[in-house]
């Protein structure tokens, strides 16, 4: 069975920078394409990132470039997103996928870790 728990997520001034993570299990991690994706208050899901099985390959929603980093230790099975010059419209529930970009927004999800942005 696959398990993604995330976590990391919690309350951040504008400007400010949070760290999520996602321990992955019941699958072969390292074999697979990761994605986070993110839901806002009231909207749809939005995909973030993806990264390659490899993790030399990443891409980026174009609000997310330069400010968001995707990364991934195969080694212990986590995906990780750093997230810098956070602003309030950041603020969502954010959630990691085994999935690549373009069935993101479709990938089974786990319960997400909450991100507030707010002064």
């Known amino acids: 069975e696959v398990q993604l728990v995330e976590s990391g997520g919690g309350l951040v001034q504008p400007g400010g920078s949070l760290r999520l993570s996602c321990a992955a299990s019941?699958?072969?991690?390292?074999?697979?394409?990761m994605s986070w994706v993110r839901q806002a208050p009231g909207k749809g899901l939005e995909w973030v990132s993806t990264?390659?099985?490899?993790?030399?390959?990443?891409t980026y929603a174009d609000s997310m470039k330069g400010r968001f980093t995707i990364s991934r230790d195969n080694a212990k099975n986590t995906l990780y997103l750093q997230m810098d010059s956070l602003k309030p419209e950041d603020t969502a529930v954010y959630y990691c996928?085994?999935?690549?970009?373009?069935?993101?927004?479709?990938?089974?999800r786990g319960q997400g870790t909450q991100v507030t942005v707010s002064s």
């Open positions: 996928v085994k999935s690549g970009r373009f069935t993101a927004t479709r990938a089974d």
């Open positions: 019941g699958f072969t991690f390292k074999d697979y394409a």
């Open positions: 990264i390659n099985y490899g993790g030399d390959y990443t």
